[in-house]
T-cell receptor
Framework: GNSVTQMEGPVTLSEEAFLTINCTYT??????LFWYVQYPGEGLQLLLKATKADDKGSNKGFEATYRKETTSFHLEKGSVQVSDSAVYFCALSDASGGGADGLTFGKGTHLIIQP | DAGVIQSPRHEVTEMGQEVTLRCKPI?????LFWYRQTMMRGLELLIYFNNNVPIDDSGMPEDRFSAKMPNASFSTLKIQPSEPRDSAVYFCASSPVWGEKLFFGSGTQLSVL
């Protein structure tokens, strides 16, 4: 079946530090990959996505590259801000799998940025 | 566009009571999803609909949970009877096409005492 594994948190960084949140996946087909962000008291919202190998998704200074050879989609940002404090979810959708198993989220990584 | 609308935002009830959570998806979206979020289990998919038809309810924890989508603009998730372990944040999400990005509502914080 499909699964997503991401690093456990909380991850605590100082403002302007470099951020990496690791995400690896297993999928029966050829999935699309997503990063969602959840701010306190809100629902998840899409941060970025990539649909095929070597694609780079980017938004708000965050980037992630679809690496098929390592089945990874690590999230990076060069200089984090206090406002980036949130929970980040890696996810995949695999249309070939169908059903609920085709849409899978990681457990989330809580990021805390200190001024 | 108002986004996905959920009600109520907060619900506090006593064990044994019936709870109904409501969701209005974004107009034109064909897929609707119900998720539950807890600290212990993270984000769990309970059920999803495509064109108002339930496609996969394998995530529904037990028969006390039921979900309906009578039309393209409304869905409910019902828990009867509720138990303290049902306390969680319940999210509704919709998508224009299955597999595309999800648009989440703000969630319903449920507390069962």
């Amino acid at each position: 079946g499909n699964s997503v594994t991401q690093m456990e948190g909380p991850v605590t960084l100082s403002e302007e530090a470099f951020l990496t949140i690791n995400c690896t996946y297993t999928a029966t087909g050829y999935p699309s990959l997503f990063w969602y962000v959840q701010y306190p008291g809100e629902g998840l919202q899409l941060l970025l996505k990539a649909t095929k190998a070597d694609d780079k998704g980017s938004n708000k200074g965050f980037e992630a590259t679809y690496r098929k050879e390592t089945t990874s989609f690590h999230l990076e940002k060069g200089s984090v801000q206090v406002s980036d404090s949130a929970v980040y979810f890696c996810a995949l959708s695999d249309a070939s799998g169908g059903g609920a198993d085709g849409l899978t989220f990681g457990k989330g990584t809580h990021l805390i940025i200190q001024p | 566009d108002a986004g996905v609308i959920q009600s109520p935002r907060h619900e506090v009830t006593e064990m044994g009571q019936e709870v109904t959570l409501r969701c209005k998806p974004i107009s034109g979206h064909n897929s609707l999803f119900w998720y539950r979020q807890t600290m212990m289990r993270g984000l769990e998919l309970l059920i999803y609909f495509n064109n108002n038809v339930p496609i996969d309810d394998s995530g529904m924890p037990e028969d006390r949970f039921s979900a309906k989508m009578p039309n393209a603009s409304f869905s409910t998730l019902k828990i009867q009877p509720s138990e303290p372990r049902d306390s969680a944040v319940y999210f509704c999400a919709s998508s224009p096409v299955w597999g595309e990005k999800l648009f989440f509502g703000s969630g319903t914080q449920l507390s069962v005492l």
